[in-house]
């Protein structure tokens, strides 16, 4: 039962563009979501976070979004740049704990 | 500034060998934590451990162990490795952001 989901495998964006990684959720439980990048052959790093009690978070080029009636929060990444070609994993918890359930990731591409 | 080291990085076992992957964090964190990436799979929870002493099971624990005597080191051990268990092994540490290790790559023939 995959409780994290990120529906699309891979994306490809022009350099400048908006990239939009997409990521839905099926415990309305969850209250922590978290967004990570990956290069091959090194550990995911964190990017941005955002609490269930927001709907949006802005950190630099990068801004999450939630949606909690549709279970559903987006990373969105303006402008993108040839740097940020890697995979971004979401991941989310339940309250009371800081065990993190992650997806299954989004080979993101960006084009120069 | 370590923050989560883990070794080796690379290793083939063969089938009905054991090994410990070991990791060690020195941010002082509580929660530390063993995930696997299978391709196309996403990261996985084998175990994690919320201090000292605890330790719990995550999604996919079956045919591993994990210990936490220390705030700083948590060695995750297979006992009878088999092909399943090949994959990339992350530990992680931290609580509302993770900090991870550089990872570990298995291979079980």
């Known amino acids: 039962d995959q409780q994290v989901k990120q529906n699309s495998p891979s994306l490809s964006v022009q350099e400048g563009r908006i990239s939009i990684l997409n990521c839905d959720y099926t415990?309305?439980?969850?209250?922590?979501f978290l967004w990570y990048k990956k290069y091959p052959a090194e550990g995911p790093t964190f990017l941005i976070s955002i609490s269930s009690i927001k709907d949006k978070n802005e950190d630099g080029r990068f801004t999450v979004f939630l949606n909690k009636s549709a279970k559903h929060l987006s990373l969105h990444i303006v402008p993108s740049q040839p740097g940020d070609s890697a995979v971004y994993f979401c991941?989310?918890?339940?309250?009371?704990?800081?065990?993190?359930?992650f997806g299954t990731g989004t080979r993101l591409k960006v084009l120069a | 500034n370590a923050g989560v080291t883990q070794t080796p990085k690379f290793r083939i076992l063969k089938i009905g060998q054991s090994m410990t992957l070991q990791c060690t964090q020195d941010m002082n964190h509580n929660y530390m934590y063993w995930y696997r990436q299978d391709p196309g799979m996403g990261l996985k929870l084998i175990y994690y451990?919320?201090?000292?002493?605890?330790?719990d099971k995550g999604e996919v624990p079956n045919g591993y162990n994990v210990s936490r005597s220390t705030t700083e080191d948590f060695p995750l051990r297979l006992e009878l490795a088999a092909p399943s268990q090949t994959s990339v092994y992350f530990c992680?540490?931290?609580?509302?952001?993770?900090?991870f290790g550089s990872g570990t790559q298995l291979s079980v023939l």
């Open positions: 991941a989310a918890k339940r309250p009371g704990t800081y065990k993190y359930i």
């Open positions: 992680a540490s931290g609580e509302e952001k993770l900090f």
């Open positions: 415990n309305s439980m969850f209250d922590y």
């Open positions: 451990s919320v201090g000292a002493g605890i330790t």
